[in-house]
């Protein structure tokens, strides 16, 4: 991606022009669910224009959605962020400034199935969910600046998101530096039920990590044991919901047999007796794997896309049944890896 030194839109409140309603309930409403379309899609003199938020962006060049939330994620980290990237050696580099190298170098002919094509596009269209629907956290912006916290806010913006396309409400906990609660608590619009909700990713080394231009080889286990007993020490008083990210690179056909007996073993091995007197916090646990980060510079094949899996157990302390909802927050994984394909090429003004 060739980012321009000035930016050619403007940033600011709006307003939804006349007739706009209806321009989205018949052209783009029946072809998206309501969580993932564009608030404002619409030509303005000319120009492309989307609301995020409370903020009305126009471009002059940009045709499509994609794009647009992709010069969102550069100008949300910030332009300086990634000027200042560019005077340090590549392997000095934040993932980010070295995902944004290697889209700008290949910006002529660039592999729009590329490993850092695909993982900038997810995270540009995750936190474009956020800030549609609740409002990013400044420390959470200041995590995903930081190299050595950049997986772990990458993360919990994926989780977030899919709690938000299943219709919960994120309230984020704000960091006290003790460690001792949860990331943020959702609570269902519908149902009013509030869930304190955990991720944790996986760090290996030489994937999302500063210095991560080329990857560490395939991991000989799954090996995240130690990251639910760190969930689960948070003990929250709402029903626990933990989140993991394998981080491995899904596909490689040796790896399967070890990720499933693994992802078992792990959570039977939860010791439930040791939480007999307070009852056993947790409701479910979630299992996410995204390889992209493992395919920086080379092409991700359909089976390197995010896959998951579910445990779930009757055996705590909450009058819950969690089975619907973590069906439904599963099947919302496909919706915030499918960027909407709007484009405003032929668009008219409502």
Known sequence: MTIPSTPPYSVGPYQKPNGWDEFIQKHISGHYGFTNVPSLTVLVT???????????YTHEFLISFREFV???????????????????????????????????????GQNSESGESIAWAMLAYQLYILEEHSSIPPDLLQRLRDSKQ????????QVAAMMICTGH???????DGSGKHVEFIATHSNTGQRFAVE????????????GSESVSSVPLRVDFSHLISRALAKNPIDPLLIFIDANVPHGVEEMQPTLEREIDAA?????????????????????????SPWRVGKELKSEGLP???????????????????????????????RIPDLNWKNSKRP
Not at 46 to 56: D, P, Y
Not at 169 to 175: A, G, N, S, T, V
Not at 309 to 331: G, M, N
Request: aromatic share 12%; net charge neutral.
């Open 46 to 56: 000319g120009n492309a224009a989307l609301g995020i938020g409370r903020s009305f």
């Open 150 to 157: 950049f997986q772990g806010a990458r993360y919990e913006i």
């Open 199 to 210: 991720a944790k990713s996986r760090h290996r080394e030489g994937v999302l990590a500063k």
């Open 70 to 108: 992709s010069y969102f994620l550069f100008e949300l980290v910030t332009r300086e962020f990634f000027d200042n990237q560019r005077n340090l050696e590549m392997g000095d580099r934040h993932p980010l400034s070295i995902w944004d190298a290697l889209l700008s170098r290949n910006a002529g």
């Open 169 to 175: 409400k994120i309230d984020w906990l704000k960091p």
């Open 267 to 291: 959570w039977k091995r939860v010791d439930r007796k040791s939480w007999s007197e307070k009852g056993f916090p947790c409701v479910g646990m979630i299992v996410t794997n995204d390889s």
């Open 307 to 337: 896959c998951w899996a579910k445990f779930c157990t009757d055996d705590h302390r909450h009058e819950l049944d969690a089975v619907p909802y973590l069906d439904e927050i599963l099947s919302s994984l496909s919706t915030i890896v």
